[in-house]
């Protein structure tokens, strides 16, 4: 995956799956909706965790211990990039391709088997990846800006 060198805070690619607790695989576009993303096995599942997002810059962190790992890796709906997404407080709204997200949470405790924490010692999504809710509606697409409202 190559970042976008326009510049920016922008989505680099929008994933999903088919079950929970596996890997997503990126996807052409996607379709937010109130309950998270159209196609996800999470879709529907909380009103808290709609949509996941991770900087490509945290995963660098763990491509740096030597792990290959790529768009979907950590679960993430939303890879992006040039945007600091740690530090973005609960509540704040995000312009993301024609949809109205709002960060509803940060971080989120790995799960049991959670292969990148076994294999590297560390994982970045309990302390850098976000979850938002949806406000509006919309479709998303790698490529799309992200505006922070």
Known sequence: MKRDERGGARVLSVNISDRTGEVKRPVDSAEFRTG?????????????????????????????LGLSVGAGAFAENLTTAGVDLKNLPVGTRLRIGESLCEVS????ECHAGCTIKQQAGTCVMPT??????????GRVRPGDAIAVL
């Open 36 to 64: 998270g993303v159209v196609g996800d096995a999470h879709f529907g599942l909380s009103d808290i965790k709609q949509v996941s997002l991770l900087a490509d810059e945290s995963a660098d962190k763990i491509r740096k």
């Open 128 to 137: 850098e990846g976000i979850f938002t809710r949806v406000l509006e509606g």
């Open 105 to 108: 949470q940060i971080g989120k």
